[in-house]
């Protein structure tokens, strides 16, 4: 059962338009949301992260929304840029203790045509 | 940021040998270090979370004496992939983190294993 889903698996967008990439979650008790940008045959870079406490993060182009009642957050890239081409992974994290593992969803592949 | 490095970036192995990929941190203390594989167009998928000086924590179904994983500085964490069968040819990634001082995982560039 896929606790994060990425239902999209790929986006293509308009150098200089908005791109926005969705994400859902099924476990409650996820208290901490980060986005990563991966290129092929490399490990993923992180992005921006967000609190459950907060539903807004920004941070230059890339902005997070957090929507806890529709378990939901998204990622806006604005304005977008050919660079912006990768796969973006959504990935969850469980309430502390002694695990801090991620749950990715499986990643949506973004394209931006210049 | 901070940076993780893993060596070797990619190897090529005969069925039945074993192969050891290292995974360092190379700016911080990292308590805890992950283990992910990816197969193609899939997500990673987490094997085991290694914290210093204890033993692996596996995910179900991943075989603990196949996948080595030893943790035994704040910088270092080895997973050994023991008598390599072509089916365990995939994209090796770690990942480091101190928690709770960082949430975030800092993910080094990958393995890429092909067993022959």
């Known amino acids: 059962d896929q606790q994060v889903k990425q239902n999209s698996p790929s986006l293509s967008v308009q150098e200089g338009r908005i791109s926005i990439l969705n994400c859902d979650y099924t476990?409650?008790?996820?208290?901490?949301f980060l986005w990563y940008k991966k290129y092929p045959a490399e490990g993923p870079t992180f992005l921006i992260s967000?609190?459950?406490?907060?539903d807004k993060n920004e941070d230059g182009r890339f902005t997070v929304f957090l929507n806890k009642s529709a378990k939901h957050l998204s990622l806006h890239i604005v304005p977008s840029q050919p660079g912006d081409s990768a796969v973006y992974f959504c990935a969850a994290r469980g309430l502390g203790g002694s695990n801090y593992k991620l749950t990715f969803g499986k990643g949506t592949l973004l394209t931006v045509n210049p | 940021g901070a940076v993780v490095s893993q060596h070797p970036s990619w190897v090529i192995c005969k069925s039945g040998t074993s192969v050891k990929i290292e995974c360092r941190s190379l700016?911080?203390?990292?308590?805890?270090m992950f283990w992910y594989r990816q197969f193609p167009k899939q997500s990673l998928m987490l094997m085991a979370t290694?914290?210093?000086?204890?033993?692996?924590?596996?995910e179900q179904g991943v075989e603990k004496d196949k996948f080595l994983i030893n943790h035994a500085s704040l910088t270092l964490s080895t997973l050994t992939v023991t008598s390599a069968h072509p089916e365990d040819s995939s994209f090796y990634i770690c990942?480091?983190?101190?928690?709770?001082?960082?949430?975030?995982?800092?993910f080094g560039p990958g393995t890429r294993l092909t067993v022959l």
């Open positions: 700016d911080f203390q990292a308590t805890t």
């Open positions: 476990n409650s008790m996820f208290d901490y």
């Open positions: 967000i609190s459950s406490i907060k």
């Open positions: 290694s914290n210093e000086g204890s033993k692996a924590t596996y």
């Open positions: 990942s480091a983190t101190d928690p709770p001082a960082r949430n975030e995982q800092f």
